[in-house]
């Protein structure tokens, strides 16, 4: 507790700027059932194209439908996204990269070369060309049938893995050839009981950092595959869908139509940015050290 409350006390404002967007948006994915005042997916085609007013306050889209209530429920596409691709590319690649710095030999290159080789392509690319392979349908693994939103969480996982395993392997790599590793493996210590004691903790503090960053990059993600159609399917809501119907209301007056929906993707990664970015500097020594300095 005593080392929480110390964490939560070397945030700088930033962090809790970020934190404090990131709650909110959480909460309103969570709650959004209680809190939307329409159902996101009703028509009403009198109030077509309505801009924001008391009844609406956000206006609603082509099809009379509530813009504040589709960006709430839009927040949880986004967020699962997100925060599932981190958690998938986090197990692939914190164990590739352990796997990797702890074995050593041949089994290191071919691990390490082919995350080299996915790294080195832009992961919208990929996602990009793969989702445009398969289809945007469910796809059936076996006795399941995957729908399309857990294809994607799936596949921007597999592509954050690289980064993943990059950062652990760094770590592991060191810590797996320090003496005192040594000297527990020389005293009876198995490898699981090093991996799991002495190399992963000190693999967990940029783990979280660069997951927190991640979460951002697969919102952005998320919202441009289905800006291009490719991703979470009408009429379900997703900020990056709401933008791809609103293209044509740039010219036409309609503008609540595309600005409320980008400045909930711009805010909610500004969020998660400025969160990482205190996260990173409250694992940093030398972030300590620059403080006592100044």
């Not at 809790?16 to 709650?23: H, N």
């Not at 599932?84 to 071919?110: M, R, T």
Request: glycine share 12%; hydrophobic share 55%.
């Amino acid at each position: 507790m005593s080392s929480l409350r110390k964490a939560l006390h070397g945030l700088d404002w930033s962090g809790w700027l970020g934190a404090g967007i990131v709650g909110l948006i959480v909460l309103a994915a969570i709650f959004a059932p209680l809190i939307a005042p329409y159902d996101p997916l009703a028509l009403n085609i009198e109030d077509r194209l309505a801009a924001p007013d008391m009844r609406h306050w956000l206006g609603t889209d082509q099809g009379g439908r509530d813009i504040l209530s589709r960006i709430l429920f839009g927040a949880r596409a986004s967020l699962f996204v997100g925060i599932g691709a981190v958690l998938i590319g986090g197990l692939i690649g914190v164990s590739a990269g352990v796997f990797a710095a702890y074995k050593g030999g041949l089994g290191e290159q071919i691990v390490m070369r082919i995350v080299d080789g996915v790294a080195s392509i832009p992961l919208l690319v990929w996602a990009i060309a793969i989702v445009g392979i398969l289809g945007v349908g469910p796809m059936p693994l076996g006795p399941l049938l995957l729908p399309n939103e857990v294809k994607i969480v799936a596949l921007v996982g597999c592509l954050f893995s690289p980064v993943f395993a990059r950062v652990t392997y760094a770590v592991a790599k060191r810590i797996a050839g320090a003496d005192y590793v040594r000297a527990r493996f020389l005293q009876g210590a198995s490898h699981w009981q090093i991996v799991i004691g002495d190399v992963l903790p000190n693999c967990l503090s940029p783990i979280i950092v660069q997951g927190t960053l991640l979460v951002a990059i697969g919102i952005v993600i998320e919202a441009s595959i289905s800006f291009v159609g490719l991703g979470v399917q009408p009429p379900q809501p997703s900020w990056g869908t709401m933008l791809s119907d609103a293209r044509s209301a740039i010219y036409s007056g309609e503008w609540w139509l595309p600005v409320f929906p980008g400045l909930a993707i711009s805010l909610t990664v500004i969020g998660f940015n400025l969160l990482g970015d205190a996260v990173r500097d409250l694992f940093d020594p030398r972030s300590e050290a620059r403080t006592l300095v100044a």
